[in-house]
């Protein structure tokens, strides 16, 4: 048997640790195209920021691929997949044959149509090489835009401003956080970033950027009308599912590759896992991409260990962003933004002053979303109740809920027995 995997970020560990469990000896090779080993993802900020260096990226130490047995092909383009002969093709025309195949190529930036995009002193923000390319022309930079107030932008500004960076978020939303918090969330973090010196364009973008003329960025207007003066444009919107390989494949797409509840996609021995998957979600009862680092890991893990033959099903993917900014802890957990007229119950607690803010989401008897921002304590509860689905019928548990109180001894006892399942655990 033969293991290969297109790409090397979590996801690829989980599927290494995975197809280990069950497969010792068969090859593995791991092929990618950066060059560094894997590494955190939501390290690379702290890494601009000058506040971790190169080893405190790793994911795993340096001697796990030897340990696990795994080949690496780093720096390695795969510019085609043949299904019907099973086998990839690499930049430099090698051809590497493969038994069972796992897609993680995770996403790539998304990129708007803005005049004046093209050419020097535009970045991204979502690998290494693009926090390494910033950590190189920081020192030179007086100021910047980021277009992007989501969690990948807020990260990129905090990162250079904490640099001497003088930085300006742009968002098109009404307000920053949009698709991962709510209004109320939204709100204390712009206020928490505006008051360490940040500035904040929220409801409208970049309309053009401004050039002199040698091509060096001079500043930016924005659709409001307002112009600022930068010397460089990050562009951090987001990312958007790496399915180039994919298609090319004939396999069979939506916004991500398509795969059933044990990560196969349509065609057989290939797999997909990661932020190019597009998997199932308990909540929502439908497939759909989330790109977070825990659901990764858990697709990458049940997806190896049915490379190796075991019949895993996906429990499915969870919402859950854990993030902080200059001191305030934030996560959202499940569904915080849920439609209105479709049977949900919201329960806020905001305290402005304090900077603490809780909400809660239920539909019927079930918790399925929760927004916590200054006080984070209950987090782990609150996640348990909406990843397990533990009924709240009990007008006691729920009031408990609402005020904070609720203690994991308040859970059934077939739930104890599935949370503490090491391979269920919330990773």
């Given amino acids: 048997m033969k293991y290969v995997i297109i790409g090397n970020g979590v996801s690829s560990i989980g599927a290494i640790e995975g197809i280990r469990k069950i497969d010792k000896q068969s090859e593995i090779l791991v092929i990618s195209e950066e060059g560094f080993l894997t590494y955190g993802r939501p390290l690379i900020s702290y890494f601009l920021a000058g506040k971790v260096g190169d080893e405190r990226l790793a994911l795993r130490s340096s001697d796990f691929y ?15 997949i043949l299904p019907e002969e099973k086998k990839i093709v690499v930049k430099d ?35 290494l090489n693009h926090a390494k390319q910033l950590d190189a022309v920081c020192p030179k930079l007086k100021k910047v835009v980021v277009i992007g107030g989501g969690l990948i932008g807020l990260k990129a500004a905090e990162s250079l401003f904490d640099r001497g960076v003088k930085v300006s978020i742009v968002e098109l939303a009404p307000r920053v956080l949009s698709s991962a918090f709510d209004e109320v969330a939204g709100k204390i973090v712009a ?41 460089a444009v990050i562009v951090a919107i987001g990312v958007v599912p790496n399915i180039e390989l994919a298609q090319k494949a004939g396999l069979e797409i939506n916004r991500g590759i398509l795969v059933d509840k044990f990560l196969t996609t349509s065609k057989d021995d290939i797999f997909a896992a990661g932020d190019v998957a597009e998997a199932w979600d308990k909540l929502i009862n439908d497939n759909r991409v989330i790109p977070i680092w825990p659901n990764a ?26 993030i902080g900014f200059y001191g305030l802890p934030t996560i959202s957990i499940g569904l915080v933004n849920p439609p209105e007229g479709k049977g949900f119950q919201i329960e806020m607690m905001v305290d402005e ?16 979303g929760c927004v916590l921002v200054g006080d984070i304590d209950m987090a782990g509860r609150y996640a348990g109740y909406i990843r397990f689905q533990i009924p709240v019928k009990d007008l006691n548990l729920k009031n408990n809920l609402k005020q904070n109180k609720a203690t994991y001894l308040d859970w059934p006892e077939e739930v104890f027995q599935q949370f503490w399942n090491k391979d269920a655990r919330i990773r």
Avoid: H, W
């Fill in 297 to 322: 890991y858990a697709q990458g893990y049940a997806a190896g260990q049915n490379m190796a033959g075991a019949k895993r099903e996906y429990e499915g993917g969870l919402p859950m962003n854990s």
């Fill in 66 to 80: 030897s340990k696990n047995n795994v080949q690496t092909m780093l720096g390695s383009k795969v510019i085609e």
């Fill in 93 to 127: 025309k090698q051809e590497v044959s493969y038994d069972k195949l796992l897609i993680a190529t995770g996403g790539t930036p998304f990129c708007p149509p803005i005049k004046g995009l093209e050419g020097d002193g535009i970045y991204f923000f979502t690998t």
């Fill in 191 to 231: 206020n928490r970033l505006t008051s360490v010196g940040l500035s904040i364009f929220c409801g409208t973008t970049v309309k053009e950027i401004q050039r002199d003329d040698a091509g060096k960025v001079k500043g930016v207007f924005l659709e409001n009308g307002t112009y600022l003066e930068v010397d």
């Fill in 353 to 368: 002053e304090r900077e603490v803010y809780r909400k809660l989401v239920f539909k019927g008897d079930y918790l399925v």
